[in-house]
């Protein structure tokens, strides 16, 4: 069931429904929500499979006057009263019927991908829809089942009514652009745009009728246009009417979905960023097999299995590239396929050329390596409008059910032993390379790092941003590997406060090391600003290095230091031979 507006009297609610019959349901509570304040909204039951088939008997030339066509072939069942006097048949639901328009004069049938008004909705003449007996649904004749089993899933097509043969080509054009509209204000997905498009191409034996394959390359090359809205369309003015909270909080949005849970959403574009030593592919990698096999990413977060497209053009040699999937043990009959080292762009006809893979190999997740190899030519990534244009181009993929996992570059660490130092999120954020927009436009982003300890490497994920949830903890993953094998654990959470004072620390033995003085003041280290730390933490880590007998301090007394007599300079204990820092590759 949907509600229907009462204007007309037919009309889909657009901010209750606004995928239309899409949208119907049979949950009570929501019908009660629809229904109960808004008494004045008419009834529309979606038809076919899941409910029954109505036969639509009207008024021949829509005019009483004429009374309605012949259809007393059709076998008695449960009838009702259209608000205009005609009438309707319905019949138990049939999996083979469609909708159909003009099967005879002024009779259509409304089936799979259709909808009718019920009773007791008022229709604009201020008449009412009535049940005229009570009998039940009584099955389709097969005689009529026969004489219409050339149905297709195709809907009739009001859009054309009435439009000039040498014109109908152009009238299809402007509906598949009105649809793809709809697609870029995020109110329909790509796939329901698709199967409104199939639901209005005419049937109609005067027509010279597109093909269904036509159809499609009109409605993928509408989709990649900048702009699809026709500027008088009423369809377009209406889109802009505001909603009330009211109704906006009664919205039935659906539930959050993960392509690999809590790490990549469902559907959106995620990117992940890291300096060269992140292990940024083989992570990829890793999330590409556990979503094709429907395993967990780093042995923890559940994926969902589909198959997955990765598309490198990073640098990396083909032969690197087996090499890589083999030591991850990767199975043969997984469904990854791969573009390694194809020049692939995200350029105009983007669309078109990805959706053919998708349509070809069933794709669902797409991993782009890397996010600066597949810039067109002339497109910089520093540069806000240029990388807001590549990444919006992206978006019609998302709405086919696709999600993608862009990997990107950090910037290069900065002299004066600064970068990838920061507690915040967002300041993890900031070290992407490129325009802030990449992070801006995207839906998710995890920073990376690689972190040595006792032999051991691991890998850091930190996800500076998620719309769609809080964010997730920081953790690290190990890095297993063998003469012919590797396997990426997860570990659990990872300290960073922890972890940067063990940075600090190593970077105030590594400057008071290279200190031609010797000894260093406190205000000294501070403004050198070690690891890219401020004073607090500075401070914080040099206590613990006094505190572990690495450090100590004389007084500007003790070193004969004219107008500092109490001011602390600090210097190694032990030579600089013998400190071994804890090696920390960020």
């Not at 030591?327 to 791969?338: R, V």
């Not at 910089?380 to 998302?398: F, G």
Request: charged fraction near 25%.
């Amino acid at each position: 069931m949907t509600p229907c507006g009462t204007n007309a009297g037919k009309h889909p609610v657009a901010f209750l429904v606004p995928n239309g019959l899409l949208n119907a349901t049979t949950n009570l509570e929501i019908i009660k929500k629809w229904f109960e304040e808004k008494t004045y909204f008419n009834v529309g039951i979606a038809t076919g499979k899941n409910s029954f088939v109505a036969v639509d008997v009207d008024w021949i030339d829509k005019d009483p006057n004429k009374g309605l066509p012949r259809h007393d072939d059709f076998p008695e069942t449960l009838t009702i009263k259209s608000g205009s006097g005609a009438k309707q048949l319905w019949y138990l639901p049939n999996e083979i019927l469609r909708n159909k328009q003009k099967i005879r004069s002024s009779i259509d049938i409304r089936a799979n991908g259709g909808y009718v008004v019920a009773p007791p909705s008022k229709h604009i003449s201020g008449d009412f829809y009535e049940f005229t007996n009570e009998f039940p649904l009584t099955p389709f004749p097969i005689e009529l089942i026969n004489q219409f089993a050339e149905f297709k899933p195709i809907q009739n097509n009001d859009f054309l009514l009435g439009q000039p043969k040498n014109e109908r080509h152009n009238a299809l054009v402007r509906f598949t652009y009105l649809i793809a509209g709809y697609v870029k204000l995020g109110k329909i997905s790509v796939q329901e745009g698709w199967e409104m498009c199939l639901a209005r191409r005419q049937e109609d034996d005067n027509f010279e009728e597109k093909t269904v394959q036509e159809w499609k390359d009109a409605y993928k090359s509408a989709l990649n246009k900048k702009e699809v809205w026709p500027t008088t369309n009423k369809e377009t003015e209406e889109s802009f009417n505001p909603i009330s909270i009211q109704d906006f909080l009664m919205v039935n949005f659906p539930a959050i979905q993960w392509q690999t849970h809590r790490l990549i959403p469902k559907d959106q574009i995620t990117v992940f960023s890291g300096p060269p030593s992140a292990h940024k592919t083989m992570s990829a990698m890793d999330i590409a097999i556990s979503s094709a096999s429907g395993g967990k990413a780093f042995g923890n977060f559940e994926s969902i299995q589909c198959p997955v497209l990765i598309i490198n053009d990073d640098g990396d040699s083909p032969r690197n590239f087996q090499k890589r999937l083999k030591l991850f043990k990767a199975k043969a009959d997984l469904p990854i396929y791969l573009l390694l080292g194809s020049g692939f762009k995200i350029e105009n006809g983007f669309v078109e050329k990805i959706m053919k893979i998708i349509d070809d190999y069933g794709i669902k997740f797409i991993i782009l390596d890397s996010f600066r190899g597949i810039l067109p030519e002339g497109k910089n990534e520093n540069t806000s409008n240029e990388v807001r244009e590549v990444i919006n181009r992206l978006r019609p993929l998302n709405a086919l059910g696709v999600t993608i996992l862009l990997i990107h570059h950090d910037r290069k660490k900065a002299t004066g032993f600064q970068g990838y130092t920061s507690t915040d999120p967002n300041d993890l954020g900031e070290m992407m390379s490129g325009s802030a927009d990449i992070r801006g436009a995207t839906d998710c982003h995890v920073a990376m790092a690689s972190s040595k300890k006792d032999a051991e490497t691991f890998i850091v994920f930190t996800q500076t941003k998620c719309r769609e949830d809080v964010l997730l903890p920081a953790f690290k993953v190990l890095v297993k590997s063998g003469p012919d094998s590797i396997e990426l654990i997860h570990t659990g959470a990872y300290d960073i406060a922890e972890d940067n004072i063990k940075r600090v620390k190593n970077a105030i033995i590594k400057i008071l090391s290279n200190n031609a003085e010797k000894y260093m003041s406190c205000e000294e280290l501070v403004k050198l600003k070690p690891a890219g730390f401020q004073e607090r933490t500075i401070k914080e880590a040099k206590k613990e290095l006094e505190v572990d007998s690495i450090i100590s301090y004389k007084t500007g007394k003790e070193l004969q230091r004219a107008g500092s007599p109490s001011k602390h300079y600090y210097y190694l204990v032990k030579e600089e031979d013998e400190i071994r820092p804890e090696k920390l590759n960020f």
